[in-house]
Protein backbone atom coordinates (compact mmCIF):
# COMPACT_ATOMS: atom_id res chain seq x y z
CA UNK A 1 0.00 0.00 0.00
CA UNK A 2 2.74 2.43 1.09
CA UNK A 3 4.95 1.53 -2.09
CA UNK A 4 1.80 2.53 -4.49
CA UNK A 5 1.28 5.60 -2.92
CA UNK A 6 5.09 6.58 -3.08
CA UNK A 7 4.63 5.53 -6.92
CA UNK A 8 1.80 7.53 -7.26
CA UNK A 9 3.36 10.43 -5.24
CA UNK A 10 6.46 10.26 -7.44
CA UNK A 11 4.59 9.79 -10.70
CA UNK A 12 2.09 13.21 -10.13
CA UNK A 13 5.74 15.15 -9.48
CA UNK A 14 7.52 13.82 -12.75
CA UNK A 15 4.18 14.80 -14.87
CA UNK A 16 4.30 18.45 -13.19
CA UNK A 17 8.01 18.24 -13.74
CA UNK A 18 7.38 17.83 -17.58
CA UNK A 19 4.65 20.54 -17.52
CA UNK A 20 6.95 23.19 -15.67
CA UNK A 21 9.15 24.22 -18.36
CA UNK A 22 5.80 25.24 -20.57
CA UNK A 23 4.05 26.49 -17.77
CA UNK A 24 6.74 29.00 -17.08
CA UNK A 25 6.94 29.99 -20.18
CA UNK A 26 2.70 30.99 -20.46
CA UNK A 27 2.83 32.57 -16.88
CA UNK A 28 5.31 34.90 -17.52
CA UNK A 29 4.60 35.56 -20.97
CA UNK A 30 0.96 35.63 -20.99
CA UNK A 31 -0.94 35.53 -17.74
CA UNK A 32 1.52 38.14 -15.59
CA UNK A 33 1.75 40.75 -18.67
CA UNK A 34 -1.80 40.47 -18.86
CA UNK A 35 -2.33 41.39 -14.96
CA UNK A 36 0.06 43.84 -15.03
CA UNK A 37 -1.34 45.06 -18.01
CA UNK A 38 -4.38 45.90 -16.51
CA UNK A 39 -2.98 47.47 -13.39
CA UNK A 40 -0.63 49.23 -15.64
CA UNK A 41 -3.64 50.72 -17.48
CA UNK A 42 -4.66 52.43 -13.72
CA UNK A 43 -1.77 54.26 -12.90
CA UNK A 44 0.45 57.07 -13.64
CA UNK A 45 3.75 54.96 -14.75
CA UNK A 46 6.54 55.81 -16.88
CA UNK A 47 9.99 53.51 -16.52
CA UNK A 48 11.68 56.86 -14.82
CA UNK A 49 8.91 57.96 -12.36
CA UNK A 50 6.85 55.84 -9.57
CA UNK A 51 3.91 54.24 -10.42
CA UNK A 52 0.58 56.69 -8.75
CA UNK A 53 -2.98 55.74 -8.82
CA UNK A 54 -4.15 57.13 -11.79
CA UNK A 55 -8.05 55.81 -11.37
CA UNK A 56 -10.15 56.38 -15.01
CA UNK A 57 -7.65 58.82 -15.75
CA UNK A 58 -6.71 57.11 -19.25
CA UNK A 59 -9.72 55.60 -20.26
CA UNK A 60 -11.44 59.19 -19.71
CA UNK A 61 -8.89 60.54 -22.07
CA UNK A 62 -9.04 57.85 -24.94
CA UNK A 63 -12.60 58.01 -25.09
CA UNK A 64 -13.47 61.47 -24.64
CA UNK A 65 -10.19 62.92 -25.53
CA UNK A 66 -8.19 61.05 -27.81
CA UNK A 67 -9.44 61.93 -31.51
CA UNK A 68 -6.54 59.80 -32.92
CA UNK A 69 -8.72 56.40 -30.90
CA UNK A 70 -11.67 56.55 -32.10
CA UNK A 71 -10.10 56.95 -36.23
CA UNK A 72 -7.86 54.16 -35.32
CA UNK A 73 -10.94 52.28 -33.63
CA UNK A 74 -12.59 52.35 -36.68
CA UNK A 75 -9.75 51.24 -39.03
CA UNK A 76 -9.54 48.03 -37.14
CA UNK A 77 -13.04 47.68 -37.62
CA UNK A 78 -12.96 48.33 -41.01
CA UNK A 79 -10.01 45.81 -41.25
CA UNK A 80 -12.05 43.21 -39.77
CA UNK A 81 -15.32 44.07 -42.02
CA UNK A 82 -12.92 43.43 -45.15
CA UNK A 83 -12.57 39.64 -43.79
CA UNK A 84 -15.72 38.41 -45.34
CA UNK A 85 -14.77 39.95 -48.74
CA UNK A 86 -11.60 37.42 -48.61
CA UNK A 87 -13.66 35.01 -47.56
CA UNK A 88 -16.19 34.98 -50.44
CA UNK A 89 -13.37 34.53 -53.07
CA UNK A 90 -11.30 32.28 -51.10
CA UNK A 91 -14.57 29.73 -51.03
CA UNK A 92 -15.00 30.66 -54.58
CA UNK A 93 -11.74 29.40 -55.51
CA UNK A 94 -11.83 26.02 -52.97
CA UNK A 95 -14.85 25.29 -54.94
CA UNK A 96 -13.16 25.51 -58.29
CA UNK A 97 -9.74 23.91 -56.85
CA UNK A 98 -11.82 20.92 -55.66
CA UNK A 99 -13.17 19.65 -58.84
CA UNK A 100 -11.68 17.23 -60.91
CA UNK A 101 -9.99 19.62 -63.01
CA UNK A 102 -6.33 18.92 -64.17
CA UNK A 103 -3.35 20.95 -62.00
CA UNK A 104 -5.75 21.75 -59.39
CA UNK A 105 -2.91 20.92 -56.92
CA UNK A 106 -0.64 23.36 -58.97
CA UNK A 107 -3.97 26.51 -58.91
CA UNK A 108 -3.66 25.21 -54.46
CA UNK A 109 0.28 25.68 -54.04
CA UNK A 110 0.17 28.88 -55.99
CA UNK A 111 -2.84 30.23 -54.21
CA UNK A 112 -1.46 29.44 -51.20
CA UNK A 113 2.07 30.70 -51.43
CA UNK A 114 1.37 33.86 -50.55
CA UNK A 115 0.75 32.69 -46.87
CA UNK A 116 4.10 31.52 -45.64
CA UNK A 117 6.42 34.14 -46.60
CA UNK A 118 7.55 36.61 -44.40
CA UNK A 119 5.37 39.97 -44.21
CA UNK A 120 7.73 42.69 -43.73
CA UNK A 121 8.92 41.22 -47.44
CA UNK A 122 5.50 41.19 -48.91
CA UNK A 123 4.75 45.01 -47.47
CA UNK A 124 7.61 46.05 -49.20
CA UNK A 125 6.81 44.41 -52.70
CA UNK A 126 3.44 45.85 -52.53
CA UNK A 127 4.67 49.32 -51.22
CA UNK A 128 6.12 48.99 -54.41
CA UNK A 129 3.70 47.73 -56.48
CA UNK A 130 1.96 50.98 -55.36
CA UNK A 131 4.55 53.61 -55.68
CA UNK A 132 2.91 56.72 -57.14
CA UNK A 133 5.46 56.83 -60.53
CA UNK A 134 6.89 53.30 -61.57
CA UNK A 135 4.75 50.71 -59.28
CA UNK A 136 2.77 48.31 -61.72
CA UNK A 137 -0.67 49.02 -60.52
CA UNK A 138 -0.60 53.00 -61.20
CA UNK A 139 1.41 51.72 -64.92
CA UNK A 140 -1.32 49.07 -65.98
CA UNK A 141 -4.08 51.39 -64.89
CA UNK A 142 -2.69 54.34 -66.74
CA UNK A 143 -2.20 51.84 -69.82
CA UNK A 144 -5.71 51.13 -69.88
CA UNK A 145 -6.51 54.56 -69.71
CA UNK A 146 -8.49 54.87 -66.21
CA UNK A 147 -6.57 57.23 -64.78
CA UNK A 148 -4.36 60.30 -66.72
CA UNK A 149 -1.48 60.05 -63.99
CA UNK A 150 -0.07 57.66 -61.27
CA UNK A 151 -2.53 57.74 -57.88
CA UNK A 152 -0.29 58.06 -54.97
CA UNK A 153 -2.02 55.14 -53.01
CA UNK A 154 -0.70 54.74 -49.84
CA UNK A 155 0.10 58.55 -49.10
CA UNK A 156 -3.91 59.07 -50.00
CA UNK A 157 -6.05 59.94 -46.94
CA UNK A 158 -8.92 57.90 -48.22
CA UNK A 159 -7.23 55.16 -50.28
CA UNK A 160 -4.27 54.18 -48.04
CA UNK A 161 -6.50 51.71 -45.54
CA UNK A 162 -8.75 49.90 -48.58
CA UNK A 163 -5.07 49.62 -50.39
CA UNK A 164 -3.38 48.19 -47.63
CA UNK A 165 -6.18 45.68 -47.05
CA UNK A 166 -6.03 44.85 -50.43
CA UNK A 167 -2.44 43.36 -49.70
CA UNK A 168 -3.67 41.75 -46.77
CA UNK A 169 -6.11 40.05 -48.12
CA UNK A 170 -3.90 38.55 -50.91
CA UNK A 171 -1.49 37.35 -48.15
CA UNK A 172 -4.14 35.57 -46.29
CA UNK A 173 -6.77 34.60 -49.18
CA UNK A 174 -4.76 31.38 -49.61
CA UNK A 175 -4.82 30.70 -46.14
CA UNK A 176 -8.99 30.59 -46.05
CA UNK A 177 -8.86 28.37 -48.85
CA UNK A 178 -7.07 25.70 -47.45
CA UNK A 179 -9.00 25.91 -44.79
CA UNK A 180 -12.41 25.92 -46.67
CA UNK A 181 -10.37 23.30 -49.13
CA UNK A 182 -10.39 20.51 -46.23
CA UNK A 183 -14.13 21.26 -45.08
CA UNK A 184 -15.26 20.52 -48.45
CA UNK A 185 -13.41 17.02 -48.61
CA UNK A 186 -15.24 16.23 -45.59
CA UNK A 187 -18.80 16.59 -47.38
CA UNK A 188 -19.78 13.51 -48.61
CA UNK A 189 -19.71 13.26 -52.43
CA UNK A 190 -23.34 10.75 -51.60
CA UNK A 191 -24.98 13.61 -51.10
CA UNK A 192 -24.56 15.79 -54.30
CA UNK A 193 -25.54 12.56 -56.51
CA UNK A 194 -28.71 12.10 -54.34
CA UNK A 195 -29.31 15.79 -54.95
CA UNK A 196 -28.93 15.85 -58.57
CA UNK A 197 -30.78 12.26 -59.11
CA UNK A 198 -33.58 15.02 -57.35
CA UNK A 199 -33.29 17.75 -60.31
CA UNK A 200 -31.48 19.68 -58.06
CA UNK A 201 -29.35 22.30 -60.15
CA UNK A 202 -25.67 23.37 -59.01
CA UNK A 203 -26.62 26.55 -57.31
CA UNK A 204 -29.44 24.83 -55.48
CA UNK A 205 -26.70 22.01 -54.43
CA UNK A 206 -24.25 25.03 -53.26
CA UNK A 207 -26.76 26.70 -51.14
CA UNK A 208 -28.50 24.05 -49.83
CA UNK A 209 -25.13 21.59 -49.14
CA UNK A 210 -22.02 23.13 -49.51
CA UNK A 211 -22.98 25.85 -47.56
CA UNK A 212 -24.18 24.92 -44.73
CA UNK A 213 -22.02 21.81 -44.01
CA UNK A 214 -19.22 24.23 -44.35
CA UNK A 215 -20.50 26.17 -41.50
CA UNK A 216 -17.74 25.55 -39.35
CA UNK A 217 -14.86 26.20 -41.56
CA UNK A 218 -16.30 29.29 -42.41
CA UNK A 219 -16.64 30.57 -38.93
CA UNK A 220 -13.25 29.57 -38.39
CA UNK A 221 -11.90 31.57 -41.15
CA UNK A 222 -13.90 34.25 -39.43
CA UNK A 223 -12.08 33.70 -36.00
CA UNK A 224 -8.53 34.03 -38.24
CA UNK A 225 -9.88 37.73 -40.14
CA UNK A 226 -10.67 38.79 -36.40
CA UNK A 227 -7.61 37.62 -34.94
CA UNK A 228 -6.08 38.66 -37.94
CA UNK A 229 -7.46 42.64 -38.03
CA UNK A 230 -5.76 42.70 -33.97
CA UNK A 231 -2.53 41.05 -35.12
CA UNK A 232 -1.57 42.54 -38.50
CA UNK A 233 0.84 44.82 -37.30
CA UNK A 234 3.74 43.57 -39.81
CA UNK A 235 2.59 44.60 -42.83
CA UNK A 236 1.32 48.43 -41.99
CA UNK A 237 4.29 49.17 -39.73
CA UNK A 238 6.10 48.33 -43.50
CA UNK A 239 3.88 50.22 -45.96
CA UNK A 240 2.23 53.04 -44.00
CA UNK A 241 3.99 53.20 -40.58
CA UNK A 242 0.17 53.85 -40.03
CA UNK A 243 0.33 57.27 -41.57
CA UNK A 244 -1.36 59.43 -43.35
CA UNK A 245 -2.19 60.64 -39.95
CA UNK A 246 -3.47 57.34 -38.36
CA UNK A 247 -5.37 56.58 -41.91
CA UNK A 248 -4.15 53.22 -41.67
CA UNK A 249 -3.24 53.01 -38.01
CA UNK A 250 -4.81 50.01 -36.73
CA UNK A 251 -4.74 49.38 -32.73
CA UNK A 252 -1.94 47.16 -32.82
CA UNK A 253 0.16 49.57 -34.46
CA UNK A 254 -1.39 52.29 -32.37
CA UNK A 255 -0.30 50.89 -28.78
CA UNK A 256 3.16 50.05 -30.60
CA UNK A 257 3.98 53.75 -31.27
CA UNK A 258 2.02 54.82 -28.24
CA UNK A 259 4.36 52.68 -26.10
CA UNK A 260 7.62 52.26 -27.71
CA UNK A 261 7.54 55.58 -30.01
CA UNK A 262 6.25 58.18 -27.47
CA UNK A 263 6.94 56.31 -24.34
CA UNK A 264 3.27 56.22 -22.91
CA UNK A 265 3.53 52.84 -21.49
CA UNK A 266 0.80 53.13 -19.16
CA UNK A 267 -1.74 54.83 -21.69
CA UNK A 268 -0.70 52.02 -24.22
CA UNK A 269 -1.62 49.42 -21.12
CA UNK A 270 -5.14 51.19 -21.26
CA UNK A 271 -5.34 50.57 -24.83
CA UNK A 272 -4.57 47.50 -24.60
CA UNK A 273 -6.83 46.10 -22.37
CA UNK A 274 -9.72 48.05 -24.42
CA UNK A 275 -8.23 46.10 -27.53
CA UNK A 276 -7.76 42.67 -25.65
CA UNK A 277 -11.61 42.83 -24.44
CA UNK A 278 -12.88 44.25 -28.10
CA UNK A 279 -11.19 41.10 -28.92
CA UNK A 280 -12.45 38.44 -26.36
CA UNK A 281 -15.92 39.71 -27.04
CA UNK A 282 -15.85 39.12 -30.76
CA UNK A 283 -14.17 35.88 -30.73
CA UNK A 284 -16.32 34.85 -28.42
CA UNK A 285 -19.54 36.15 -30.29
CA UNK A 286 -18.09 34.22 -33.12
CA UNK A 287 -17.56 31.24 -31.69
CA UNK A 288 -21.25 30.93 -30.13
CA UNK A 289 -22.28 32.07 -34.08
CA UNK A 290 -20.94 28.66 -35.22
CA UNK A 291 -22.22 27.00 -32.56
CA UNK A 292 -19.07 26.99 -30.49
CA UNK A 293 -16.95 24.97 -32.96
CA UNK A 294 -14.94 27.64 -34.13
CA UNK A 295 -12.41 26.90 -31.84
CA UNK A 296 -12.71 23.64 -31.17
CA UNK A 297 -12.08 22.27 -34.60
CA UNK A 298 -8.46 21.78 -34.01
CA UNK A 299 -8.32 21.45 -29.98
CA UNK A 300 -10.87 18.84 -29.62
CA UNK A 301 -9.53 15.91 -31.78
CA UNK B 1 -19.25 14.38 -62.80
CA UNK B 2 -17.64 15.61 -65.95
CA UNK B 3 -21.11 17.32 -67.65
CA UNK B 4 -19.55 20.67 -67.25
CA UNK B 5 -16.69 21.97 -69.51
CA UNK B 6 -13.46 22.50 -67.46
CA UNK B 7 -11.98 25.61 -69.33
CA UNK B 8 -13.96 28.32 -67.70
CA UNK B 9 -12.87 26.54 -64.66
CA UNK B 10 -9.12 26.88 -65.99
CA UNK B 11 -9.78 30.53 -67.29
CA UNK B 12 -10.80 31.93 -63.53
CA UNK B 13 -8.63 29.91 -61.80
CA UNK B 14 -5.65 30.50 -64.18
CA UNK B 15 -6.35 34.49 -63.93
CA UNK B 16 -6.05 33.95 -59.97
CA UNK B 17 -3.02 31.94 -60.37
CA UNK B 18 -1.35 35.13 -62.57
CA UNK B 19 -2.83 37.43 -60.26
CA UNK B 20 -1.04 35.83 -56.89
CA UNK B 21 2.14 35.28 -58.70
CA UNK B 22 2.22 39.05 -60.42
CA UNK B 23 3.76 40.06 -57.31
CA UNK B 24 6.79 37.48 -56.49
CA UNK B 25 7.45 38.28 -60.59
CA UNK B 26 7.64 41.54 -60.28
CA UNK B 27 9.92 41.59 -57.14
CA UNK B 28 12.19 39.02 -58.81
CA UNK B 29 12.79 41.20 -62.04
CA UNK B 30 13.07 44.24 -60.01
CA UNK B 31 15.97 42.41 -58.31
CA UNK B 32 17.11 41.32 -61.63
CA UNK B 33 17.13 44.03 -63.42
CA UNK B 34 16.61 47.25 -61.16
CA UNK B 35 14.99 48.76 -64.04
CA UNK B 36 11.48 49.35 -62.98
CA UNK B 37 13.25 51.65 -60.60
CA UNK B 38 14.88 53.78 -63.29
CA UNK B 39 12.82 53.41 -66.55
CA UNK B 40 9.41 53.93 -67.76
CA UNK B 41 7.71 52.29 -69.10
CA UNK B 42 8.09 48.96 -67.35
CA UNK B 43 9.20 46.11 -69.29
CA UNK B 44 7.26 43.15 -68.47
CA UNK B 45 10.23 40.46 -69.41
CA UNK B 46 13.65 41.19 -67.20
CA UNK B 47 16.09 42.48 -70.17
CA UNK B 48 20.07 41.75 -69.44
CA UNK B 49 19.35 40.22 -65.73
CA UNK B 50 22.28 40.36 -63.82
CA UNK B 51 23.34 39.60 -60.32
CA UNK B 52 25.08 42.96 -59.48
CA UNK B 53 22.03 43.78 -56.61
CA UNK B 54 22.57 40.41 -54.65
CA UNK B 55 26.74 41.79 -54.48
CA UNK B 56 24.84 44.82 -53.59
CA UNK B 57 23.20 43.43 -50.31
CA UNK B 58 26.23 41.31 -48.81
CA UNK B 59 28.34 44.34 -49.08
CA UNK B 60 26.39 46.98 -48.29
CA UNK B 61 24.34 45.76 -45.14
CA UNK B 62 25.48 42.93 -42.56
CA UNK B 63 23.22 40.42 -44.33
CA UNK B 64 25.44 37.71 -42.84
CA UNK B 65 25.01 39.06 -39.52
CA UNK B 66 21.19 39.44 -39.50
CA UNK B 67 20.92 35.40 -41.33
CA UNK B 68 23.22 34.41 -38.40
CA UNK B 69 20.93 36.01 -35.92
CA UNK B 70 17.86 34.22 -37.78
CA UNK B 71 19.50 30.67 -37.88
CA UNK B 72 20.01 31.12 -34.35
CA UNK B 73 16.99 32.01 -32.36
CA UNK B 74 14.77 29.95 -34.72
CA UNK B 75 17.08 26.85 -33.98
CA UNK B 76 16.31 28.01 -30.48
CA UNK B 77 12.89 28.10 -30.97
CA UNK B 78 12.38 25.11 -32.88
CA UNK B 79 14.71 22.85 -30.41
CA UNK B 80 13.01 24.44 -27.26
CA UNK B 81 9.60 23.62 -28.97
CA UNK B 82 10.14 20.12 -29.87
CA UNK B 83 11.18 19.56 -26.08
CA UNK B 84 8.85 21.39 -24.22
CA UNK B 85 6.23 20.66 -26.00
CA UNK B 86 6.53 17.13 -25.85
CA UNK B 87 7.57 16.84 -22.60
CA UNK B 88 3.91 18.63 -21.64
CA UNK B 89 2.04 16.80 -24.07
CA UNK B 90 3.18 13.98 -22.69
CA UNK B 91 1.65 14.50 -18.99
CA UNK B 92 -1.83 15.51 -20.70
CA UNK B 93 -2.27 12.31 -22.60
CA UNK B 94 -1.76 10.91 -18.76
CA UNK B 95 -4.26 11.34 -16.18
CA UNK B 96 -3.62 12.57 -13.31
CA UNK B 97 -4.25 15.42 -10.27
CA UNK B 98 -5.20 18.39 -11.51
CA UNK B 99 -5.04 17.83 -15.71
CA UNK B 100 -8.02 19.53 -16.24
CA UNK B 101 -7.13 22.59 -14.94
CA UNK B 102 -4.19 22.63 -16.67
CA UNK B 103 -6.21 22.11 -19.85
CA UNK B 104 -8.45 25.27 -19.31
CA UNK B 105 -5.49 26.84 -17.96
CA UNK B 106 -3.33 26.22 -21.44
CA UNK B 107 -6.92 26.83 -23.77
CA UNK B 108 -7.25 30.55 -21.69
CA UNK B 109 -3.82 31.15 -22.87
CA UNK B 110 -4.48 30.84 -26.48
CA UNK B 111 -7.42 33.21 -26.14
CA UNK B 112 -4.20 35.81 -25.02
CA UNK B 113 -2.73 36.93 -28.24
CA UNK B 114 0.69 37.80 -27.64
CA UNK B 115 0.05 41.26 -29.15
CA UNK B 116 -2.06 42.65 -25.91
CA UNK B 117 0.80 41.20 -24.06
CA UNK B 118 3.93 43.29 -25.16
CA UNK B 119 3.85 46.55 -22.65
CA UNK B 120 4.41 44.20 -19.81
CA UNK B 121 6.52 41.49 -21.70
CA UNK B 122 9.12 44.07 -22.78
CA UNK B 123 9.21 44.77 -19.32
CA UNK B 124 10.06 41.57 -17.90
CA UNK B 125 12.49 41.23 -20.51
CA UNK B 126 14.35 44.21 -19.31
CA UNK B 127 14.03 42.98 -15.83
CA UNK B 128 15.28 39.68 -17.01
CA UNK B 129 18.46 41.24 -18.62
CA UNK B 130 17.42 39.75 -21.81
CA UNK B 131 17.07 42.89 -23.74
CA UNK B 132 19.03 43.10 -26.81
CA UNK B 133 19.86 39.02 -26.57
CA UNK B 134 19.19 35.78 -28.85
CA UNK B 135 17.34 34.26 -25.70
CA UNK B 136 15.15 36.90 -25.22
CA UNK B 137 13.69 36.76 -28.84
CA UNK B 138 13.89 33.06 -28.56
CA UNK B 139 11.86 33.00 -24.94
CA UNK B 140 8.46 34.16 -25.20
CA UNK B 141 7.75 31.80 -27.90
CA UNK B 142 9.64 28.79 -26.96
CA UNK B 143 6.77 26.45 -26.50
CA UNK B 144 3.38 27.16 -28.30
CA UNK B 145 0.25 25.43 -27.02
CA UNK B 146 -1.33 24.48 -30.25
CA UNK B 147 2.10 22.21 -30.98
CA UNK B 148 1.11 20.60 -27.34
CA UNK B 149 -2.18 19.80 -28.15
CA UNK B 150 -1.09 18.50 -31.43
CA UNK B 151 1.65 15.98 -29.79
CA UNK B 152 -0.98 15.20 -27.09
CA UNK B 153 -3.27 13.99 -29.90
CA UNK B 154 -0.28 11.79 -31.46
CA UNK B 155 0.58 10.56 -28.02
CA UNK B 156 -2.68 9.39 -27.51
CA UNK B 157 -3.11 7.65 -29.83
CA UNK B 158 0.10 5.30 -29.08
CA UNK B 159 -2.19 1.92 -28.19
CA UNK B 160 -1.82 1.73 -24.34
CA UNK B 161 -0.62 -2.07 -24.27
CA UNK B 162 2.27 -0.63 -26.19
CA UNK B 163 3.11 1.37 -23.11
CA UNK B 164 1.99 -1.09 -20.57
CA UNK B 165 4.57 -3.63 -22.23
CA UNK B 166 6.70 -1.04 -21.91
CA UNK B 167 6.70 0.01 -18.60
CA UNK B 168 6.54 -3.80 -17.76
CA UNK B 169 10.44 -4.61 -18.94
CA UNK B 170 11.16 -1.34 -16.71
CA UNK B 171 11.56 1.62 -18.96
CA UNK B 172 11.08 4.56 -17.02
CA UNK B 173 8.16 7.69 -18.38
CA UNK B 174 11.39 9.61 -20.11
CA UNK B 175 12.46 6.58 -21.74
CA UNK B 176 8.69 5.93 -22.78
CA UNK B 177 9.14 9.66 -24.29
CA UNK B 178 12.30 8.60 -26.29
CA UNK B 179 11.57 5.79 -27.52
CA UNK B 180 8.49 4.82 -27.86
CA UNK B 181 6.23 8.09 -28.15
CA UNK B 182 8.72 10.22 -30.34
CA UNK B 183 9.86 7.61 -32.60
CA UNK B 184 5.67 7.11 -33.45
CA UNK B 185 4.99 10.60 -34.03
CA UNK B 186 6.98 11.83 -36.48
CA UNK B 187 4.16 13.74 -38.61
CA UNK B 188 3.46 15.91 -34.79
CA UNK B 189 7.17 15.88 -34.66
CA UNK B 190 7.51 17.72 -38.45
CA UNK B 191 4.01 19.52 -37.30
CA UNK B 192 6.09 21.20 -34.67
CA UNK B 193 9.30 21.34 -36.69
CA UNK B 194 7.97 23.47 -39.74
CA UNK B 195 5.35 25.78 -37.52
CA UNK B 196 7.79 27.06 -35.09
CA UNK B 197 10.38 27.67 -37.82
CA UNK B 198 8.22 29.76 -40.16
CA UNK B 199 6.77 31.73 -36.86
CA UNK B 200 10.31 32.27 -35.42
CA UNK B 201 11.73 33.38 -39.04
CA UNK B 202 9.09 35.69 -40.04
CA UNK B 203 8.87 37.31 -36.46
CA UNK B 204 8.89 41.02 -36.83
CA UNK B 205 6.79 42.70 -34.05
CA UNK B 206 8.77 41.25 -30.78
CA UNK B 207 12.49 41.67 -32.48
CA UNK B 208 11.54 45.09 -32.99
CA UNK B 209 10.44 45.96 -29.34
CA UNK B 210 13.54 44.34 -27.43
CA UNK B 211 16.59 44.62 -29.57
CA UNK B 212 18.01 48.23 -30.58
CA UNK B 213 21.56 46.78 -30.91
CA UNK B 214 22.66 46.58 -34.63
CA UNK B 215 24.23 42.95 -34.07
CA UNK B 216 21.30 41.79 -33.15
CA UNK B 217 18.56 42.35 -36.06
CA UNK B 218 17.55 39.98 -37.50
CA UNK B 219 16.67 39.30 -41.04
CA UNK B 220 12.63 40.99 -40.75
CA UNK B 221 14.22 43.63 -38.88
CA UNK B 222 17.08 44.27 -40.87
CA UNK B 223 14.80 44.25 -44.08
CA UNK B 224 12.51 46.73 -42.69
CA UNK B 225 15.39 49.40 -41.34
CA UNK B 226 16.68 49.01 -44.86
CA UNK B 227 13.66 49.60 -45.91
CA UNK B 228 13.54 53.66 -44.46
CA UNK B 229 17.19 54.05 -45.31
CA UNK B 230 16.92 53.39 -48.75
CA UNK B 231 13.11 54.25 -49.22
CA UNK B 232 12.55 51.88 -51.89
CA UNK B 233 15.10 53.19 -54.84
CA UNK B 234 17.58 50.20 -55.13
CA UNK B 235 17.40 46.89 -56.62
CA UNK B 236 19.49 45.98 -53.72
CA UNK B 237 16.12 46.43 -50.95
CA UNK B 238 14.61 43.44 -53.65
CA UNK B 239 17.44 41.61 -53.76
CA UNK B 240 17.08 41.55 -49.70
CA UNK B 241 13.40 40.58 -50.22
CA UNK B 242 14.09 37.35 -52.65
CA UNK B 243 16.64 36.63 -50.36
CA UNK B 244 14.87 36.63 -46.96
CA UNK B 245 11.36 34.99 -49.43
CA UNK B 246 13.45 32.02 -50.55
CA UNK B 247 13.67 29.99 -47.33
CA UNK B 248 9.84 30.48 -46.47
CA UNK B 249 9.08 29.04 -49.71
CA UNK B 250 11.30 26.05 -50.13
CA UNK B 251 10.45 24.99 -47.12
CA UNK B 252 6.64 25.25 -48.06
CA UNK B 253 7.22 23.65 -51.26
CA UNK B 254 9.50 20.82 -50.24
CA UNK B 255 7.39 19.98 -46.95
CA UNK B 256 3.57 21.35 -48.16
CA UNK B 257 1.59 18.64 -46.61
CA UNK B 258 2.39 18.69 -43.27
CA UNK B 259 2.61 22.40 -43.32
CA UNK B 260 -0.81 22.49 -44.77
CA UNK B 261 -1.58 19.97 -41.88
CA UNK B 262 0.14 21.68 -39.16
CA UNK B 263 -1.26 25.23 -40.05
CA UNK B 264 -5.11 23.65 -40.46
CA UNK B 265 -4.25 22.52 -36.48
CA UNK B 266 -2.70 25.66 -35.36
CA UNK B 267 -5.54 27.86 -37.12
CA UNK B 268 -6.83 29.51 -34.14
CA UNK B 269 -3.77 30.60 -32.83
CA UNK B 270 -3.08 34.03 -31.96
Known amino acids: ?301 | MHRYPHWPIHLILGTVSILMLIPFVWVLKTSLTGENIFSYPPAILPQNPHLYYYVDVWYTIPFFRYLVNSVIVSAMVVAANIVFNAMAGYALSREFLGKRTIIMLFLSCMMIPFQVTIIPAYLITKQLGLLNSHLGMALPVCSTIVCIFVFKASFDAVPSSLVDAARIDGLSDWGIILKIMLPLSTSAVATNVILAFIWSWNNFLWPLIIIRDQDMQTLPLGLSRFLTVVEGTTGALYAFCVMVLLPGLVIFLLAQKEFIAGLTKGAAKG
Open chain 1, 1 to 301: MQIIKRRKTRELFLLWLLLTPSLAIFTLYRIIPLFWNGILSFQFWSPYKPAEFAKLYHYQEMFFYDDAFWRVFWNTVLFMASAPVGIALALGIAVLVNTQVRGRNVYRTIVFMSYPVMTVAVGIIWQWLYNEKVGLINYILISLGVIGRGIPFLQSFELALPSVIVASIWQVIGFYMIILLAGLQTIPSELYESAAIDGASQWMQFRRITLPLLRPSVFLCFVIGIINSFTNFDLIFVMTQGGPAHATDLLITYIYSTAFKLSKFDYAAALTVVNFLFFLALALLANKASGGEAGAVEIGK
